[in-house]
């Protein structure tokens, strides 16, 4: 599976922007799909996920309410609404691809197989 990530941009803190991640390649073996992002100097950390079948989601603490994740399986897309942003959700943001064949933490890194090469988001204040 192969992901591209497009969408991100310079916001203003307060506005909103929408990220996107395009599968291909077998994109019908994923299971769940995340994003993720990585703040200067900081470790990579979870953002929100959905799974492909059901469209379950589940989201950080630091984004719930504010972003929402969703997915479009007829365009093998996934997307990131990020609303209210603020100065702290700057950082790249990464789609991320499970494949796996069992149910896991969709929050830990580790377990995602594929990943998209990423796109920056810059909120300023």
């Known amino acids: 599976v192969q992901l591209q990530a497009s969408g991100g941009g310079l916001a203003q803190a307060g506005g909103s922007l929408r990220l996107s991640c395009v599968a291909s390649g077998r994109p019908s073996s994923t299971k769940v799909m995340a994003w993720f992002r990585q703040a200067p100097g900081k470790e990579r950390e979870f953002v929100a996920s959905?799974?492909?079948?059901?469209?379950?989601?589940y989201y950080a603490d630091s984004v719930k309410g504010r972003f929402t994740v969703s997915r479009d399986n007829a365009k093998n897309t996934v997307y990131l609404l990020l609303e209210g942003l603020k100065p702290e959700d700057t950082g790249v943001y990464y789609c991320?691809?499970?494949?796996?064949?069992?149910?896991?933490?969709?929050?830990?890194?580790?377990?995602?197989?594929?990943w998209g090469q990423g796109t920056l988001v810059t909120v300023s204040s």
């Open positions: 959905v799974w492909r079948s059901v469209g379950r989601t």
């Open positions: 991320a691809a499970y494949t796996g064949p069992v149910p896991v933490s969709v929050t830990n890194m580790a377990v995602y197989n594929h």
